[in-house]
């Protein structure tokens, strides 16, 4: 059963940093792309970045881009989120999903974690 | 302001047939097949229709897709209570190269 778990979410200060984690099982990890995706207090789903199997390659959405970071570590099955320079408008669920195969450029997800509630407050 | 518009609501009574309208551009939907997901209050979205009209395993034969230019519909027959759910869109965008959603549709089982 393909399961995947977020952790590290939290309350931090604007301008602060925090990391988010992904444990993942079930499947052969490297062989699949991730990706994180949140949404907002009572609002829609908004991608934020994808990494390719082998974290060959990452894609950011511009409202993130330069202050968060997307990595792998494969021989641990976890997905990384390191978001710094964080502001009230990152505050957000953030999951983790995984793609149906080793690429991105896809919108189709087939797999969600739980949910990672980030809280950006002073 | 999403990329993909829907209609923030619908609604139906058990048994009906409700639709979810989902419009694009030509280098969303146009260009890209469609994606639908559930989100049951407070869960995670699920992945229910994909490649325009396709279901995952385990998803009933209720919920059906279809797409025509560009814009995408969710169709859901012999409508039920626990289908009262966030239903989301989401295709490709060739402009923005990255993947785009709709608002979302909170659909309510009268």
């Known amino acids: 059963e393909v399961q995947l778990l977020e952790s590290g979410g939290g309350l931090v200060q604007p301008g602060g940093s925090l990391r988010l984690s992904c444990t993942a099982s079930g499947f052969t990890f490297s062989s699949y792309a991730l990706t994180w995706v949140r949404q907002a207090p009572g609002m829609g789903l908004e991608w934020v970045s994808a990494i390719t199997g082998f974290g060959g390659s990452t894609y950011y959405a511009d409202s993130v881009k330069g202050r968060f970071s997307i990595s792998r570590d494969n021989s641990k099955n976890s997905l990384y989120l390191q978001m710094n320079s964080l502001r009230t408008e990152d505050t957000a669920v953030y999951y983790c999903?995984?793609?149906?195969?080793?690429?991105?450029?896809?919108?189709?997800?087939?797999?969600w974690g739980q949910g990672a509630l980030v809280t950006v407050s002073s | 302001q999403s990329v993909l518009t829907q209609p923030p609501s619908a609604s139906g009574t058990p048994g009906q047939r409700v639709t979810i309208s989902c419009s694009g551009s030509?280098?969303?939907?146009?260009?890209?097949?469609v994606n639908w997901y559930q989100q049951l209050p407070g869960t995670a979205p699920k992945l229910l229709i994909y490649d325009d009209n396709q279901r995952p395993s385990g998803v009933p034969d209720r919920f059906s897709g279809s797409k025509s230019g560009t814009s995408a519909s969710l169709a859901i027959s012999g409508l039920q209570s626990e289908d009262e759910a966030d239903y989301y869109c989401a295709a490709w965008d060739d402009s923005l190269n990255g993947p785009v959603f709709g608002g979302g549709t909170k659909l309510t089982v009268l």
């Open positions: 999903a995984r793609y149906p195969g080793y690429s991105y450029g896809q919108a189709r997800v087939d797999y």
């Open positions: 030509s280098s969303s939907i146009g260009s890209n097949t």
